[in-house]
């Protein structure tokens, strides 16, 4: 079916986004990522969040629509990773050595309830599929680590199924209490819908963490 320039493809209600302000404003998972007792980064919450919705049955819908594998220098034997250029080399080092310190922590507090593959895999579902959810709106706690760019990571579910490219044949906005995804021009039957990850990711980046460039 062809999709017409600026029709409405999709509406996400803003209740069904997972976000930093969302995580942060349940007591009980404020307290329990604080009691890991590391600094943690929004990134590690929405994964910490993912891992444990995976092991209670939570949001079982949004669970089963993640990516299942991944192909990117994180999922790379090392022998590849070493054959990379300095800054995505060490971009994918010192990520997986951090994602082992993150399990490690949550490790402690659910030991054998969790493991390191399944983490990892919520983790790289998060840093391919997390949008800039702008700023944070809960106060931030002592252990929360957060820069300008990652403050408020969202997940949006729906809208985070759709791939990169540039220039894109549609675009998102949030109007009200919904994201409008919409063409952006006309798009014939059968083909891929795409938005695009930002103007501002170079070849490097999308490489390390998408497995593109």
Known sequence: MEI???????EINTKSVISVDSILKSDALRNF??????????????????????????????????????????????????????????????????????????????????EFK?????????????FNGGVLASTTP??????????????????DMCNHWNPANCQYRLKDDRFLLTAKDKIDPNSEIF???GNNKGDQELLSTYGQG
Request: contains cysteine; proline residues 5%.
């Open 118 to 130: 399944l983490f990892k895999w919520c983790y790289l579902n998060v840093i391919t599929r997390n």
């Open 33 to 114: 990522m604080g009691g890991l007792k590391m600094d943690l980064n929004p990134y590690d919450l929405l994964a910490i969040y993912l891992t444990l919705s995976k092991i209670t049955g939570e949001n079982a819908a949004y669970i089963s629509s993640l990516q299942v594998t991944f192909d990117s220098p994180l999922t790379w034997p090392a022998s590849d990773v070493l054959e990379l250029p300095l800054e995505i080399k060490f971009f994918v080092m010192s990520t997986l050595s951090h994602v082992k310190k993150v399990f490690s922590a949550l490790n402690e507090q659910l030991p054998e309830l969790i």
């Open 195 to 197: 938005i695009s990850y």
């Open 142 to 159: 002592a252990w929360l680590e957060i820069n300008s760019r990652n403050q408020n990571a969202t997940l949006i579910p729906g809208l």
């Open 4 to 10: 017409q320039e600026d029709e409405t493809i999709m």
